[in-house]
T-cell receptor
Framework: GNSVTQMEGPVTLSEEAFLTINCTYTATGYPSLFWYVQYPGEGLQLLLKATKADDKGSNKGFEATYRKETTSFHLEKGSVQVSDSAVYFCALSERINTGKLIFGQGTTLQVKP | GAVVSQHPSWVICKSGTSVKIECRSLDFQATTMFWYRQFPKQSLMLMATSNEGSKATYEQGVEKDKFLINHASLTLSTLTVTSAHPEDSSFYIC??????????????FGPGTRLTVL
């Protein structure tokens, strides 16, 4: 079946460091890929998405590129801030219209001043 | 942006009792709502998908008689955990999806409900 695998956390970085959170997937067909963020005490928020191969999703300085050849969707940010501390979830859906999401296990990011 | 609320945010109950959790879309009509369960430091597991006015579709391994889902209107879905036991203790999260082009392909998540069964 379809699945998503994320790098294990927690990831601890100093402010202004470069961030990479790895995400790989297994899927039949052509899934859409998402990154969601969960701040402490809040619900999940969509961070960015990509719907086809080679698409790059970007938002708030974060970006991820849909790589079909490596089945990956790694999240990157050039300079993290303390306010980026949260749990990040990679997810896929088989087709954007179905809306059914399969999540990775989540990666906790802690950014220290 | 689209807002989804859940009530209650946390609940403690005795074993054997039933607990109802509400999920509301506050500023859009949710044609589809999803219910997830999240264990500590683990991922979200989809429990069921509910479309307004029809029966919910449950994922494999989820007991439909245990977790009753009702989606009676375009702004409200409820999850009732019947005869709750300590192993049902978890974080339950709902999400909603609207009809419009802008909303299709994205789910808006509620803040979650922490259930503790004693």
């Amino acid at each position: 079946g379809n699945s998503v695998t994320q790098m294990e956390g927690p990831v601890t970085l100093s402010e202004e460091a470069f961030l990479t959170i790895n995400c790989t997937y297994t899927a039949t067909g052509y899934p859409s890929l998402f990154w969601y963020v969960q701040y402490p005490g809040e619900g999940l928020q969509l961070l960015l998405k990509a719907t086809k191969a080679d698409d790059k999703g970007s938002n708030k300085g974060f970006e991820a590129t849909y790589r079909k050849e490596t089945t990956s969707f790694h999240l990157e940010k050039g300079s993290v801030q303390v306010s980026d501390s949260a749990v990040y979830f990679c997810a896929l859906s088989e087709r954007i219209n179905t809306g059914k999401l399969i999540f990775g296990q989540g990666t906790t990011l802690q950014v220290k001043p | 942006g689209a807002v989804v609320s859940q009530h209650p945010s946390w609940v403690i109950c005795k074993s054997g009792t039933s607990v109802k959790i509400e999920c509301r879309s506050l500023d859009f009509q949710a044609t589809t709502m999803f219910w997830y369960r999240q264990f500590p430091k683990q991922s979200l597991m989809l429990m069921a998908t509910s479309n307004e006015g029809s029966k919910a579709t449950y994922e494999q391994g989820v007991e439909k008689d245990k977790f009753l889902i009702n989606h009676a209107s375009l702004t409200l879905s409820t999850l009732t955990v019947t005869s709750a036991h300590p192993e049902d203790s978890s974080f339950y999260i709902c999400s909603a999806r609207g009809r419009s082009e802008r909303e299709r392909g994205e789910q808006f998540f509620g803040p979650g409900t922490r259930l503790t069964v004693l």
